[in-house]
Nanobody, 126 residues
């Protein structure tokens, strides 16, 4: 069974930084998409960033470009999201997700991901 566990969330002031981590355990295909999603109360789950396990191709939603950086190590078993210049609108529960994919075609839709973590809360105050 694949397990994804997020950590690193917390409460920060606007303009601050946080680094989220996601540790994967159990069997997972080496060719896979990994992603960060977030969901604020009353809003739909939003794709934040994706990265492919082979080659490290990354994609970001427009609202975080230039501020967030997704990365991986240990063959993709550890996923990170460096979050800089945080804004109150970044406040949400952040989720790590993974999905086996034969090629680099990572989706920003939550319905495309098979494995999910339980989430870590990020709160940004003004």
């Amino acid at each position: 069974q694949v397990q994804l566990v997020e950590s690193g969330g917390g409460s920060v002031q606007a303009g601050g930084s946080l680094r989220l981590s996601c540790r994967a355990s159990g069997y997972i295909y080496s060719r896979r998409c990994m992603a960060w999603f977030r969901q604020a109360p009353g809003k739909e789950r939003e794709g934040v960033a994706t990265i492919y396990s082979v080659g490290g191709s990354t994609r970001y939603t427009d609202s975080v470009k230039g501020r967030f950086t997704i990365s991986q190590d240990n063959g993709g078993n550890t996923l990170a999201l460096q979050m800089n210049s945080l804004k109150p609108e970044d406040t949400a529960m952040y989720y790590c997700a993974a999905d086996p994919r034969p090629y680099d075609s990572c989706s920003d839709s939550s319905t495309e991901y098979k494995y999910w973590g339980q989430g870590t809360q990020v709160t940004v105050s003004s």
